[in-house]
């Protein structure tokens, strides 16, 4: 049976299910009667609103999605990349990205709060959480990437040796959070690549020359 990750922080059916997250019933388990809904993800900074599912052949090409529907369960699928969850509960809004080190910084945390306002919600009472991705210590990236970012965010970059260095991706998505407004945020601080019993990594699986196919999933959803 799949474990379903919650976060203190948010009140709205939700969960971040661990690597046997293939079952319905687990779904259900996680977000009750909801109709799911998912997007193809492209590592794009893009988000929508939406108020229905749509047909698995003609998902829009986004990272993040915000609803203010009833009986919508927002789906994201990851493997390394950072899942966030997001609940405005007064307002009746909820949001859920997909945050790789591109979408985070192309701008995804904040477009997601961005259709989460346009649908009444208010920044300083979101409650986001992040759930399971690759922790800094697993992390490793050349210093090409490093160039990318400001240098404000250089402090989220160990060096590890000779134009080697470890990225805080958790921390880098916790900290754009914060400067989109949201005040609560959960980083839940659980290690994809560390943790093979519990979760796909897609980088763990490319070091090991295994299939790099598996996802788990992560959903919120708004009750009827």
Known sequence: MAEVIRADNIGVPHGFLDAAQSDAHELALAVGDASVV??????????ITVDAPFPDESRPEVDAMATATPGLALAIVTAD?????????EAGVIGAAHAGWRGAQGGVVAAVVRQMVLLG??????????????????????????T??????????RETGPDKWHFDVEGYVARQLAAAGVVSVR????????DPARFHSYRRATHRGEPTTGRQISLIALPE
């Open 81 to 89: 990349c950072a899942p966030i969850l997001l609940a405005d509960e």
């Open 187 to 194: 980083p839940l601080g659980l290690d994809t690549y560390a």
């Open 38 to 47: 998912l997007v193809t993800q492209v590592h794009s900074a893009e988000a």
């Open 121 to 146: 919600a208010q920044p300083g009472r979101i409650a986001a959480a992040i759930g399971p991705t690759i922790a800094q210590a697993s992390y490793e990236v050349g210093a090409d990437m490093r």
């Open 148 to 157: 990318h970012f400001d240098a404000a965010d250089h402090d989220l970059f």
